[in-house]
């Protein structure tokens, strides 16, 4: 694999705080400052954006163009198709899926991400949420094209186009996967701990934590946040009614486990 490009899921259009990404933190906005922390990665080739064709979002279309990152618009509704588009036009080897509501993700998890995906080849599909251990707003997944192609032209139930991926980790024997997780001690936080933003409650506690680590370190790291969080508790407090809350609650009838035979989880 040579060219891996992080594609960058963007919209104005969300029902429960609309407007979210363009949200002030220290001077940008908040996909500004999300950018800025992806940007240091070291093993992926480009950083694009994929937003929709909806005149709402011409405004991130400017700012990808003031910011000076590729933007890509394509369906508003199915992200499947949207990303194996952009991920054809910007001639990615391998797509890393990533949404732009999770501005505290750590660098360093994508990297390991896109390690434990060339490091396994050959493989399909790599990510750290079948089972999720970070703490939510963590989330990498990695694809090849081609297995992305299959999944574009396969993939039929609406929740499937919708949501990209879980075509991959929902259909048995198709597709070659694996599973990277916090420490081979089990830990796992990501039901305790919610670093994506969704409400209100959640930009003020992204905020908080900008607000205390990013003018001593702008790279802070996953270990930073969380030696914060035990100084300061009462900034974890800020959102924790929402801990847990996800998409996948509303699919639960639709999805089912991943086979024993099909997954290989890997621990650090």
Known sequence: MKR????????????RLPGKILKPILGKTLLERFLERVSICE???EVAVITSTSPEDE???DLCRISGYTCFRGSQHDLLDRHYKAAKQLQA????????DVPLIDPKIIDRGIKVFLDSQPIDFVSNLHPATYPDGNDVEIMSLDALERAWREASKPYEREHTTPYFWNTEGIF?????????KG????MSHRWTIDYQEDYEFIKNVYEELYPKNSCFTLEDILDLLDAKPEIMQINAKYAGVNWYRHHLDDLSTISS?????IDE
Do not use: C, Y
């Not at 035979?261 to 989880?265: D, F, H, V």
């Open 93 to 100: 080897d391998a797509i890393l899926k990533i949404p732009s």
């Open 176 to 184: 070659q996967i694996a599973n990277f997780t916090m420490d081979d």
């Open 59 to 61: 405004r991130l279309e």
């Open 43 to 45: 093993l992926a080739s």
């Open 187 to 190: 830990t796992n936080l990501s």
């Open 4 to 15: 891996i490009v992080i594609l960058v899921q963007a919209r104005m259009g969300s029902t």
């Open 261 to 265: 035979n099909q997954t290989k989880i």
